[in-house]
């Protein structure tokens, strides 16, 4: 078996080409890619909500993005006045259609040690567990935090 072909952009860069195969499958093409990004730079509100909206809220956001770049108060917000969760959009919405195929698969050092048998309905409710036994410390606020953006 040959080892793949690397072009050296630069010192510290190298490219890993694309397989044929590989590229058929994907979402985004190089075509689809200049696009999206030519788009995202002339328009990048209507870009940015229009993938925005690729996800689930539970408040629909209304402003994509606010900035503030002034003496002693600098942030930039995305999305600021809408509500989602995280957990929901990595898992519950998918588990009507995928809910038996394998969402993780686990490799530890050991490579034998590999387990595949995390379907999304089995890792909903240990992230469910994980939640409750989060909701019941000191440090819930922080940590339910990851499940819900506001």
């Known amino acids: 078996m040959s ?19 590989w590229a058929r499958g994907a979402w985004v093409d190089e075509p689809k890619y200049r696009a999206w990004y ?3 730079i002339a328009e990048p509100a209507a870009f940015w909500s229009e993938h925005g909206r690729r996800i689930d809220w539970f408040k629909p956001f209304t402003k994509v993005k606010n900035t503030s770049f002034g003496p002693g108060e600098v942030f930039i917000r995305w999305f600021e006045d809408g509500v989602t969760n995280v957990a929901y959009n990595c898992i519950d919405r998918h588990l009507d259609a995928r809910g038996d195929q394998v969402a993780i698969i686990w490799e530890g050092d050991d490579p034998s040690e590999v387990e595949e048998d995390h379907l999304p309905r089995t890792v909903r409710l240990k992230c469910a567990g994980w939640r409750t036994c989060c909701a ?13 953006c506001r």
């Open 136 to 148: 019941t410390t000191a440090w819930a606020k922080a940590a339910l935090s990851l499940f819900t």
């Open 3 to 21: 080892s793949p072909q690397l072009s050296e952009t630069s010192h510290h860069e190298k490219v890993y080409p694309v397989s044929p195969e």
């Open 38 to 40: 030519e788009k995202a």
